[in-house]
C-alpha cells in the first residue's frame, strides 16, 4: 500500500474552503440525455465519423444522402444526420471538453527599417488555448478517477525499497509539494505538475512540405499508464510560428537568436494564464468529484536533443543538463541551473560564457518566468530518441556496418550485410513481432522499426562481428529494456546502472577497430548518464517520453491535415482537434455513467449486453493485433477460444499430428490430472494404470495467454494479452509458437521455467470434464551459465533415442509466449529461407529475453 503525504491535500467546497475529514464526495451532475446528439446512435456515428475515420465533408455529405436513399427505398426512416454541416455543428455544441482556441502575435522588436530583412518586418501568429482551462477539464475526467494522485506518494516494492512510476512517485514532485506545503497561504494545495512536449513534425503531399510545431500538455496527477493509453490525458495546448527567413539569412546568428527568443516568449505567453495560481491557490475538480485547492507547476518537459538544446539555451552539442564540455562527454558534470547561468552570465563576457559552459546569453528560458521552475532540470529521459533511435540504430547499428565495411572488402561486407538481414527475416514467429521480409533496406525507417529490430538484432549480428561487440550490444539491449520498466527501484536502477558501465566498457570495441576513434562523445549517448536521476526524480520514463507526443502527432496534426483542404490548413487543424477532444470528453462523461455498455445495436435493440467474440481470431493478420491490452486486473490465464475449429476421434488425430503415440499421451495426460501424486506420475507409470481413452478431442489454432506486464503495452491495470498459435497453415506456412512453462515454482527465473514448442491446441473431453490442454515437444538447456556473448540461454530440443520428447500438459501450466532466437554463429544462411522452418533447422536456440520487456525483466 503507497505511503501518501495526506497531510499536503484536503478536499475542499468549490470555493476552496476545506471540507472537514470524512466529508463525502459531492454528487455528481447528472446526464440523463445523450444531448446534444438525440440519442446514442447519433452520438457513435458523429464519433465514428469525426474522430476514427476522420471523413471529408464531401464523403459524408454522400455517405449520409445514400442511407437517406436507402430507407426511402425502405418506406422511410430518418438519418441521424441531414448532412455533414449539422453533424459538425452538433458536435461544436458539445457542452464537454471545451478549451477554445486563440491566437496572440509576436514580432522582431529592435530597429526595423524598409531595408530589414523581410523577417524582422513580419508578424508572428501563435495559436493557442488556455492551459488552466486544459487542466480544469482534465481534471474533472471521471474516467481517471483511481488513476489520478492527488499527493506525491511514496511506493515501496519491498521493505526498504523506494518504487518510482507514477510522476507523483517521484522525488521532484515531493521537494515541490514541501514548498507548497511549508507556504501557510498554500498549505493543504494539491501540486499539479504541468507536462509539456514540443517536437516539429512535417506532413507531405508531392514534393511539398509543410512544418507545424505543436505543444502538448498533460498533467503529471493523472499515472503514467493512463497517459500512455488514453487520448484526453495529453492534448495540444498551441501551435507555435516557425519563422522563416529568405535563403542568405537562415544561418545568421542575428536570425538565430530571434527564432530561440520568439520561441521562448511564445511559451511563456502561452503559459502566462497559469502563472497566478502558482503562487496562490486555483480551485479544480478532480476525478473522484471532489474540489480541491490546486498549485500548478512547471514540471518535465519532453523533448529531443536539437529542441533540447533551444530549450535550454546551451550552444548545441553541449549538454542540456549538466556542464561536461563536448569533448568529454563520456562523463556527467556538474548540473547546470538558472542561477549557475545567471551568475556567469553576468561575471563574464559573452565569447567565455559560450566556450567555457556551452551557454547562449541571448536566450533566456521561458521557465526563468514562473517560480520554482528550471528547465535543465526539468528535460527528461527520453527513451525514444536517445535510446532507440539515437544510439541505438543511428549509433550502434550504423556502426556495425561501418565495422563490416572497415574490415572486409567491399563485396564481402556487402554479402554479411545481407547474411545479417536473412537472418533478422529469419526469426521465428512471436505474437506482436513485425517482420523483416526484405531485410532493413527500405526509406522511411520508424521508432516502431527499430524496437523491432531490438529484438531480432543480437543474435543476428553473432559470429559477424568480434564478440565485444556483441557484448556492447547486449549491455547496451539491457539497460534500454531496464529504463523502459514501468516502476524502478533501488535493485533495478542499480541494474541500470550495471549494465551502462558494462555498455561503457564494452563500446571501446568500436573505438580498438577505428570506426569512431574520436571516441564517444555524443550528446544522445552521455544523455544516458542522466537517466538513473531522472527516473529518481519524476518516476519511469515511459511515461514521460517522447513516443507520446509522437504518436499524438498523428491524430493531432496528420490525420487532421490529411482530412482539410491544404489551404491554409492551420484552422482546419485546430478545428479538427477541438472536435476530437469535445468527442473524447463527451465519450469519457457517458462512458462513466454506463451509458455506452455494449455493443450499439444491441443496445438500440435492447438486447442483453455481451462481450466481444474472440472466435475469428485466424483472421487477425497483423503482428500488432495479436497482443492486446486489457482491462482490469485478472489473474494470468492462458485460455483457448468458445469454439473449437474441428472435434476429431483420437486415432485420427494422431495422423494428422504425425504423433502415433498420441493415445498414449493422452492417457498419460489424463493420470497427470486424476491420479498423480507428489511420488507418482505418469512419467514413471504403466501405461495400464492410465485411464482409458477412446474419446473425441475438441481441435483448436489458438489459445490466448493474459498475464500481468505493464511496461509493455497494456491495459491501465497493466493487464497484457497476446495469441499463441499451433496452426499448420498460417497465412500459407505452418507456425507452431514456442511457450514458456512452470517448471518449478519455487526456482526464481529461469531455473523454475521450461521452454516447448506447442504442436497442437486441444480440449479433452473425459467423464464430463473438460480439459484445455497442448501437445508439445520440449526443449533442454544446453549449459546451466549463460557464458556466450549474448547473455542469453541456450536451449536446444530435448531427444530420447533421436526421438523429440513429446507430451500433453495442461494449459494452466502455459505461461506465456516465448521467442526463440536461432544461434546462427557462423552459419550462412541460404538465400531462400522461410522463417517457418527456423524451429525445425537449428541445432540450438537462444531463449530471446529481448522479444519484449515482460521477458526481460521475467528471464533472469
Ligand atoms: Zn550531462
Known sequence: MPYAHQFWCRPSDRQGVFLAPGAPRPAREPVTSYAPFENRTAFE???????????????????????????????????????????????????????????????????????????????????????????????????????????????????????????????????????????????????????????????????????????????????????????????????????????????????????????HASLAQILSPLRPYMETYDVLQCPDGHFRRVIYELGPFIADYPEQVVLAGVVSGWCPKCLIPPEDMDRAGELRSHEHTAHVVDAFDVGTVWTMWGVDPNVIPFTTYFPRADIHELLTPDLLHQLIKGTFKDHLVDWVEQYLYLEHPKAEARRRMDDIDRRIAAAPQFPGLRRFPEGRNFKQWTGNDSKALMKVYLSAIEGHVPDEMVRCFAAYLDFCYLARRSAHDDKSLAAMQEALDRFHTHRVIFETVGV?????????????????????????????????????????????????????????????????????????????????????????????????????????????????????????????????????????????????????????????????????????????????????????????????????????????????????????HPRFDTVLLSADPDEPGMDGLAVAQVVGLMAVMYHGVRYPCALVKWYERVHDEDDNPTGMYVVQPECVDGERVTSIIHLDSVFRAVHLAAVYRDTEMPVEFHFSYTLDAFESFYVNKYGDYHLHEYIV
Open 45 to 263: 456515428f458523429a464519433d465514428l465519423i469525426v474522430k476514427k475515420m476522420q471523413t471529408s465533408i464531401g464523403d459524408i455529405n454522400a455517405l449520409l444522402r445514400t442511407q437517406a436513399a436507402y430507407n426511402a427505398t425502405q418506406g422511410g426512416g430518418d438519418v441521424p444526420f441531414e448532412d455533414a454541416d449539422e453533424l459538425f455543428e452538433t458536435v461544436d455544441a458539445i457542452p464537454y471538453g471545451d478549451a477554445p482556441w486563440e491566437s496572440f502575435t509576436l514580432q522582431y522588436t529592435g530597429p526595423v527599417d524598409d531595408n530589414s530583412p523581410s523577417w524582422k518586418r513580419a508578424t508572428y501568429t501563435v495559436h493557442s488555448r488556455n492551459p488552466r482551462t486544459v487542466a480544469h477539464n482534465m481534471a474533472k475526467n471521471e474516467e481517471f478517477d483511481g488513476k489520478f494522485d492527488t499527493t506525491p506518494y511514496q511506493e515501496y516494492s519491498a521493505p526498504g525499497a523506494l518504487q518510482f512510476s507514477n510522476v507523483l512517485s517521484g522525488l521532484w514532485a515531493y521537494m515541490q509539494a514541501s514548498k507548497i506545503a511549508a507556504d501557510p497561504a498554500t498549505h493543504g494545495s494539491m501540486l499539479m505538475p504541468i507536462i509539456l512536449g514540443a517536437d516539429k513534425t512535417t506532413v507531405s503531399v508531392g514534393t511539398g512540405h509543410t512544418e507545424f510545431h505543436p505543444v502538448y500538455m498533460s498533467i503529471g496527477n493523472v499515472h503514467n499508464s493512463v497517459r500512455r493509453a488514453h487520448r484526453d490525458a495529453l492534448i495540444p495546448i498551441a501551435f507555435l510560428a516557425i519563422p522563416k527567413a529568405s535563403r542568405g539569412e537562415t544561418e545568421t546568428d542575428e536570425f538565430r537568436i530571434f527564432r530561440k527568443q520568439l520561441y
Open 516 to 732: 569512431r576513434p574520436e571516441g564517444f562523445s555524443l550528446p544522445r549517448q552521455h544523455a544516458l548518464m542522466h537517466y538513473i536521476k531522472g527516473i529518481r526524480l519524476f518516476g519511469s520514463p515511459n511515461g514521460i517520453c517522447s513516443s507520446i507526443t509522437e504518436s499524438k502527432h498523428i491524430r493531432a496534426v496528420k490525420r487532421p491535415w490529411r482530412a482539410s483542404s491544404k489551404n491554409n490548413p492551420l484552422p482546419q487543424i485546430l478545428r479538427a482537434n477541438q472536435r476530437l477532444d469535445k468527442l473524447n470528453a463527451a465519450r469519457s462523461c457517458f462512458t462513466s455513467r454506463h451509458m455506452l455498455d455494449g455493443d450499439v445495436l444491441a443496445a438500440a435493440l435492447n438486447l442483453p449486453i455481451q462481450t466481444a467474440d474472440d472466435e475469428d481470431n485466424d483472421e487477425i493478420n497483423e503482428p500488432e493485433d495479436e497482443v492486446a491490452d486489457i482491462e482490469g486486473v485478472v489473474e494470468g490465464i492462458v485460455e483457448l477460444p468458445k469454439r473449437p475449429v474441428y472435434t476429431r476421434r483420437v486415432e485420427d488425430l494422431a495422423e494428422e499430428y504425425n504423433t502415433p503415440e498420441l493415445q498414449e499421451l493422452v492417457r498419460r495426460f489424463l493420470f497427470d490430472q486424476l491420479l498423480a501424486t507428489d511420488e507418482v506420475d505418469s512419467s514413471s507409470v504403466d501405461l495400464s494404470r492410465c485411464p482409458k481413452f477412446d474419446g473425441k478431442i475438441a481441435v483448436y489454432r489458438t489459445a490466448y495467454a493474459t498475464f500481468y506486464a505493464p511496461s509493455e503495452l497494456s491495459g491501465t491495470g497493466g493487464m497484457h494479452r497476446e495469441m499463441i498459435r499451433a496452426n499448420p497453415s498460417w497465412r500459407g
